[in-house]
């Protein structure tokens, strides 16, 4: 897949045990010129795996920002490349690279400019307040945009870049991924949603639920006085 149509797009911090293993996979489906890594001021050495992936887009924040900021980053040194669809995964392991395929079909069948992925909530496999946080969330995105959103805060998906490219964002947390489909499903894109398994591993998160809850709130009601 050696053009500009699509690109992979990885905010990573602390990663230096999982990048490896998921750049290896992804290189499955994308080559490495299009992939692009940003390391949110990590401390271990994520940054230096650049040396054993010399083709692969390592950008480093000096300090961690915050996974929207390292997003932000990624989004427009692609898009400045002349990128078309960004494919977002997460540096964890919890994304698995064989669903790339099934994002980039269903947004060439739908002509979709945002793909969702959509994760089974069932305490067997996600944590009891992790499903519901994502319901709470989910559901307050679908009443603020009126399009039916399933699983608001999996980071796995698939944005047209035209849509970003002058947009302007507030947010520099895990609120960023809200924002992008509060702005993006208010505008009347094109939107449909995959499945996808539900991995989690023992990492652990940098989700505060009540801080980030609060600050999703803020989000949501402030996202009423945008023009």
């Known amino acids: 897949m050696e053009n500009r149509d699509h690109c992979i797009l990885i905010p990573a911090y602390q990663a230096v045990d999982t990048l490896p293993v998921l750049i290896d996979s992804i290189l499955d489906f994308i080559v490495r010129e299009n992939i692009f890594i940003v390391d949110d001021g990590s401390d271990d050495d994520t940054a230096g795996l650049a040396q054993n992936y010399p083709q692969v887009k390592f950008i480093s924040h000096k300090f961690n920002k915050g996974k929207g900021a390292a997003l932000l980053t990624g989004i427009q040194s692609a898009i400045q490349m002349g990128f078309h669809y960004a494919i977002c995964l997460d540096a964890d392991l919890q994304h698995d690279p064989k669903c790339i395929p099934t994002f ?3 947004q060439q069948n739908n002509q979709a ?14 944590p009891f307040h ?24 999996c980071g796995y998906r698939l944005i047209n870049l035209k849509l970003l490219a002058d947009a302007q964002f507030s947010e520099d947390g895990f609120q960023f991924e809200s924002e992008i489909l509060i702005k993006l499903l208010s505008t009347g894109c094109r939107y449909t949603e995959v499945k996808i398994p539900t991995i989690y591993n023992s990492a652990r998160s940098s989700i505060n639920n009540v801080r980030d809850t609060l600050r999703f709130i803020s989000l949501f009601f402030r996202s009423y006085l945008w023009t």
């Open 104 to 106: 980039i079909k269903a």
């Open 130 to 153: 992790r499903i519901l946080s994502n319901t709470i969330t989910s559901f307050l995105i679908s009443i603020r945009t009126d399009r039916r959103v399933h699983d608001s805060q």
């Open 113 to 126: 400019d945002l793909v969702l992925g959509k994760r089974i909530f069932d305490v067997k496999t996600m």
